[in-house]
């Protein structure tokens, strides 16, 4: 029973701050520049490189055990990519005398972020529905583990692309000598 009264607690303590992570969030997208930094970037480069190969790993199990993981997956991170590439045409470089800084696009921020927060309230209702009522976990569909993984597949396609481009564009510009060309 203590640990039923903890869960409870740690659930209601994280949709109590869920709206406070979602306003901060947001506010910060539309009003903040980040630092260029290249050590930073290169180690988030390679920390979405890990990251995707961890991922892989669990995409090639999850695939024995759930129907279309396979085909979702892929298919998602293929998307990100694409996004990822579309975003990068909306990153703006700004040179000050503190250094060069960037801003990725608000919308595509905001937007991810919406995803993210709508498939973890749909898996949250359908976890509730199946522990309490007499739902089963769709085989296909966004409802799905694969669809779920499919998210992540989304966000981690996205995430090679922008943290490459942001790694490279600030690699050129330090070892332009603090240049900022259109590349």
Not at 25 to 52: C, D, E, H, K, Y
Not at 116 to 141: H, I, K, M, N, Y
Not at 169 to 175: E, G, P, Q, V
């Amino acid at each position: 029973m203590p640990i039923l009264l903890a869960l409870a607690a740690v659930l209601a303590l994280f949709l109590g701050l869920l709206p406070v992570a979602l306003a901060l969030r947001i506010r910060g997208a539309f009003n903040t520049r980040r630092q260029a930094w290249v050590l930073p970037l290169r180690l988030a480069w390679w920390s979405s490189l890990l990251s995707a190969a961890l991922f892989a790993l669990t995409v090639l199990l999850a695939g024995f055990f759930w129907p279309n993981v396979w085909t979702y997956v892929p298919l998602a991170a293929l998307a990100g990519a694409v996004l990822g590439l579309l975003a990068t045409t909306r990153v703006r470089f700004v040179e000050t005398t503190e250094g060069l800084f960037y801003r990725t696009s608000p919308v595509v921020s905001v937007g991810l972020m919406v995803l993210v927060v709508v498939r973890l309230v749909a898996g949250v209702v359908q976890c509730f529905r199946v522990a309490f009522g007499d739902a089963t976990w769709p085989e296909s569909g966004w409802l799905s583990h694969a669809g779920m993984m499919a998210v992540g597949g989304l966000l981690l396609g996205y995430a090679l692309v922008m943290t490459r481009y942001l790694y490279a564009r600030t690699a050129a510009y330090r070892r332009d000598g603090g240049v900022l060309g259109r590349r």
